[in-house]
């Protein structure tokens, strides 16, 4: 079943509707589908006259500063307690990866909603909401919101479809439906600037993460008979040029673009005296499920696209995967 729930689109308006203020939040690490998740509901709260804060644990990241009411999103700061009846968090698997800072200033909330489409989500929270069929959290919004019946402003639009159109590879990726399509439209008639907003997501990045791509293409390897492309980023080279989280998002898809290639994987090594190594991994058929791969290394995701944070070192945290992939494949 690709929806789980215990709660409706009808129950969760009567909530908007009737609760005093909310917390809006989604994962850390914030992608275009967190960031525009988050904006888009909580303008649609602010729009009915409701208190909303506005959080995410690592606060906004500048590639998605266009995006409009950006501002409004903080970062909590430790020991800070923010006032919120209720907390919906957004596209975010499981509660911890909301952050223990952002955890901790919403103790006193009453009623916590989780909102998402990571079928490994685990069902946190008082109210969930779950369609892993859906290919953003930000088509759940829209049809929450077209359902609420809450208008459709450009800033929320923008906001949706930036969601949209990160998570799916640009309307691409096998979770893309008639549906997905019938959404940008609707977005578009609201009044979104196309051609600016897809400039402003795919055509302004820092010149940095131009050098960053042009070394990890440098480490890449092709194994198991082609059908993997992965490459790996030390801790060195990410502190040499001032790496940003946000550098590294949707790079992988270089590695997904190469013919034959059947799984993309990135390793990094992440800061901190432990030197954890972060895996992602993508894949390009709905017949390998690099969710469970990831699964058995402590992580998750969706069927496609889906991360897991290793032990390491390096070559260590690379051979274990490797060897995991291989016993997939075979
Ligand atoms: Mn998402």
Redesign the pocket.
């Known amino acids: 079943m690709s929806l789980r729930t215990n709660t409706s689109f009808s129950d969760l308006a009567a909530l908007f509707h009737g609760g005093a203020s909310f917390a809006v939040l989604a994962h850390y690490r914030p992608?275009g589908?967190?960031i525009g998740s988050t904006l888009a509901l909580g303008l649609a709260l602010q729009n009915l006259g409701k208190p909303v804060r506005f959080l995410n644990e690592d606060g906004l990241p500048a590639n998605l500063a266009f995006l409009p009411g950006s501002h409004l999103i903080e970062k909590p700061a430790p020991g800070q307690l923010i006032d919120a009846e209720i907390v919906i968090a957004v596209?975010c698997a499981n509660r911890e990866r909301l952050g223990p800072t952002a955890l901790a200033a919403l103790a006193n909330a009453k009623t916590w909603v989780n909102l998402d489409?990571h079928y490994s989500n685990e069902g946190y929270g008082d109210i969930h909401f779950i369609n892993s069929a859906a290919p953003?959290?930000g088509e759940i919004i829209y049809d929450l919101l077209a359902a609420a019946q809450l208008p459709l402003t450009p800033e929320i639009a923008s906001n949706l479809y930036v969601a949209i159109s990160t998570?799916t590879g640009s309307f691409q990726y096998q979770s893309t439906t008639a549906h997905t399509y019938e959404i940008a439209a609707a977005l578009i008639r609201a009044g979104i600037d196309l051609a600016k907003l897809c400039q402003e997501t795919y055509e302004s990045y820092p010149l940095r993460r131009v050098e960053l791509l042009r070394h990890l293409l440098n480490t890449m390897q092709i194994t198991h008979d082609g059908r993997v492309a992965s490459w790996a980023l030390t801790r060195d080279f990410a502190d040499s040029i001032a790496m940003q989280p946000d550098d590294s998002e949707g790079l992988i898809d270089h590695l997904r673009s190469i013919q034959g290639v059947l799984v993309a994987a990135s390793f990094e090594e992440l800061p901190g005296p432990d030197r954890k190594i972060r895996l992602s991994l993508r894949s390009k058929s709905p017949a390998f499920d690099v969710g469970a791969v990831c699964a058995q290394f402590g992580g998750g995701g969706h069927r496609l696209a889906a991360g897991a944070r290793l032990t390491g070192p390096l070559s260590d945290a690379q051979s274990r995967v490797f060897q995991a992939l291989h016993e997939t494949f075979s």
Do not use: G, K, M, P
């Open positions: 992608d589908d967190a596209d489409h953003a959290t998570d």
